[in-house]
């Protein structure tokens, strides 16, 4: 009997052994074949840019999931090694090319190649201009024209709907500076707000050169009762500039949700600013890319969505800045 039980015991063990083998074996299929073997081309800017960096890191992440094979390439905000990125990105046979176009209407020679190449192409974060919207398939950004409303109605409190303001923009034509700006006038209109804007001028989205920028406004406008920065990184450059000048009651606002803003509105320094979901956007981007590949519509714009942040809320939402 003691024999039998043991022999019964071996089969079982046995058998467990196949099943459990079985199983790893099903695992490791999944593993593997979770591959699609289809290339994404991503042409971003500024890879050192936070914003930037929390794209691509959505983008890592959903390529994970969606077994994309995916190659970033950075041209620095120049148009012409955007061109010969994108080219490269032909000559490699991507599947799908994602582009942050530098410039909005130098770029659409070198898309327009893509689809003669039968790629497909979609923008992300800065769209081309409307001439060349004929050779992509969708943008995949954020909400910035809401975002800019969401600043504009911040600054009018802040300021009861009077004073004078500087611009620290993003590249000019790009699709958030553009918006941004368009966002924020639209919301004074709604308040009724008489609030001159003294001057814009180009930060190119990096916080020295905002600082450069608004030491120069210092200089020419002796008052000067609120800086919009297009992103976060730009609005602390100028906040920067603010405090050497020594000047005092300058209110800075922002976009993005970074943490170093988020902060610094949580410290009273910066008055507000509006989230930028990048990551969201990185994420939406392989997805776009992931359907497209597969044959499938995707629709001509994808937006991640924003929220107001400012003193009364900032602990609201502390844990969603990055």
Excluded at 147 to 152: E, L, R, T
Excluded at 230 to 246: I, N, S, Y
Aim: charged share 20%.
């Amino acid at each position: 009997m003691e024999k039998v039980n043991k022999m019964k015991i071996v089969v079982v063990l046995t058998t467990l052994g196949l099943l459990l083998s079985s199983c790893s074996a099903s695992e490791n299929n999944a593993s593997s074949s979770n591959s699609t073997g289809a290339k994404l081309c991503v042409i971003h800017n500024n890879a050192d840019h936070p914003s930037i960096t929390a794209l691509t890191n959505g983008v890592n992440d959903e390529a994970k999931v969606s077994g994309m094979d995916v190659s970033f390439f950075d041209p620095a905000m120049d148009p012409q090694k955007q061109v010969s990125m994108i080219e490269d990105c032909i000559a490699a046979q991507s599947n799908v090319i994602a582009v942050n176009a530098v410039d909005p209407v130098a770029v659409i020679p070198a898309i327009k190649k893509a689809k003669e190449a039968g790629i497909k192409v979609i923008t992300v974060n800065a769209n081309v201009d409307k001439s060349g919207t004929s050779y992509i398939e969708g943008f995949i950004g954020s909400e910035s024209y809401s975002q800019g409303y969401a600043v504009g109605l911040m600054i009018a409190k802040a300021l009861n709907n009077t004073g004078n303001m500087v611009l620290v923009t993003g590249n000019p034509g790009q699709t958030d500076a553009v918006n941004r700006t368009e966002g924020m006038k639209a919301a004074f209109k709604a308040e009724g707000a008489s609030i001159k804007i003294l001057a814009e001028q180009t930060g190119k989205w990096s916080k020295d050169e905002a600082l450069k920028v608004m030491t120069d406004f210092l200089t020419k406008y002796p008052k000067i009762d609120a800086v919009f920065g297009h992103d976060d990184p730009m609005a602390l450059g100028a906040l920067a500039a603010v405090d050497a000048a020594g000047r005092t009651g300058i209110k800075a606002f922002g976009v993005n949700g970074n943490k170093e803003a988020c902060q610094s509105i949580k410290e009273g320094k910066m008055f507000g600013t509006a989230l930028q979901l990048s990551y969201l956007v990185g994420v939406y981007a392989v997805r776009a890319a992931y359907d497209l590949n597969a044959g499938r519509l995707i629709s001509a714009q994808t937006l991640a969505p924003t929220a107001p942040v400012t003193p009364e809320n900032i602990d609201q939402w502390m844990e969603q800045c990055w």
